[in-house]
């Protein structure tokens, strides 16, 4: 992983190549927002970077409820041959400064937000106050600070927001929220979640400014939501953290390069959590008195293993970010709750910051979401 291009989106990408599409069979009920008249809701991405160029607008060709109609990008051109790429029309290519123009197209129906964490805020406000129903990839934002004026300006608005945390819509993650919900190993008590990868070139991910931080922004919240699932949605009462020495300081300047952190839980459960920017772990496992859960790879956005102590857990590989935006077209569609919503977000970014402040004080820190 020494390529000087690679990025955390094409780890994810590529940890393997496999990949089904799940079949999708929900039914839109009552309650609409606004006729529809049978369209699928129309989606634009707000940044064309790896994840919107590789992931999402590939998965909207997969979705039965939503789709790709029209972007927000600093470059034109790229606007305009997306437009010729995916079929919308170039007075739907936005550029940042010119969102709130968003209000007087009604092709767009839900706005996406996939720029750098320290840029959802803004952008999240700005597709609020154009009327836009919203999505904010994760993490949330920089800041607890920012995750409430991203729900308020949402509520003002009057329109829906949700997270973009897709492995609550893959079926191996989903076989642990069961077990935990049902307990039928007995409650997980001892939990450990490692995420890392070697960042080959300093970006946007590696500046503070942008990211909020190092690898906790990027890959430690997937262990903080995997730890709250195996808990069965219980969010931490305390953490102790610790930040470890730079191999490469020159490189991380203002970010931490690698994190390891304790999560406790209201039920005395725990979970010893890593992440880092410079080694290489994809994994979470789970303990309880009868039996345990294990994934392997656990993150990626395919390729995903898991089993029990019983045997492998079979499912069906899906497309986690179609799942994600179809669910979330259903809500906006039949006023259902988000099962990601901003407020999830929020608790993450609750954590966060307690992590961050146990490294540096160097002390158990509780935790008040």
């Known amino acids: 992983m020494s390529d000087p291009t690679f990025s955390r989106r094409r780890f994810l990408g590529t940890i393997s190549t496999a990949a089904a599409a799940m079949a999708l069979a929900p039914k ?112 949330m934002a920089n800041t607890v600070a920012e995750c409430d004026a991203i729900i308020a300006a949402c509520k003002q608005a009057g329109v829906r927001l949700s997270v973009g945390y897709r492995v609550h819509f893959d079926p191996f993650h989903a076989e642990l929220r069961r077990l935990a919900r049902t307990k039928e190993f007995g409650p997980f008590m001892k939990m450990n979640a490692k995420f890392a990868f070697r960042m080959g070139s300093r970006q946007w991910r590696a500046q503070k400014k942008l990211a909020g931080g190092g690898p906790l922004m990027d890959l430690g919240v997937y262990l903080i939501q995997e730890s709250i699932m195996g808990t069965d949605e219980a969010p931490p009462v305390a953490v102790t953290a610790h930040e470890l020495p730079k191999k490469r300081p020159e490189f991380f300047r203002d970010v931490e390069e690698t994190i390891e952190f304790a999560l406790e839980f209201p039920g005395g459960e725990r979970s010893d959590c890593y992440t880092s920017y410079n080694d290489s772990y994809d994994q979470f496992r789970a303990d309880a008195k009868d039996g345990w859960f294990e994934i392997s790879p656990a993150f990626g956005y395919r390729g995903l293993k898991a089993a029990t102590s019983r045997g492998p857990v079979k499912a069906i590989p899906p497309i986690q970010q179609a799942l994600q935006m179809d669910d979330f077209a259903q809500c906006v569609l039949t006023g259902k709750p988000s099962i990601v919503p901003g407020e999830m977000g929020r608790r993450d970014m609750v954590v966060v910051e307690a992590v961050y402040a146990s490294a540096a004080s160097g002390r158990r820190t509780e935790i008040k979401v």
Request: glycine share 12%; proline share 5%.
């Open 28 to 139: 839109v009920g009552r309650g609409v927002d606004r006729p529809t008249g049978g369209r699928k809701l129309g989606v634009a991405l707000v940044g064309l970077g790896y994840y919107s160029t590789r992931e999402l607008a590939p998965a909207l060709l997969h979705t039965q409820f939503c789709k790709l109609a029209g972007v927000v990008t600093g470059d034109p051109a790229k606007g305009a041959k997306w437009a010729a790429q995916y079929g919308f029309p170039t007075s739907s290519v936005y550029s940042y400064d010119t969102m709130e123009r968003l209000a007087d197209n009604r092709d767009i129906d839900i706005v996406y937000v996939v720029t750098p964490n320290g840029l959802h805020a803004g952008h999240c406000i700005a597709a609020a106050k154009a009327g836009k129903h919203v999505i904010c990839e994760k993490p």
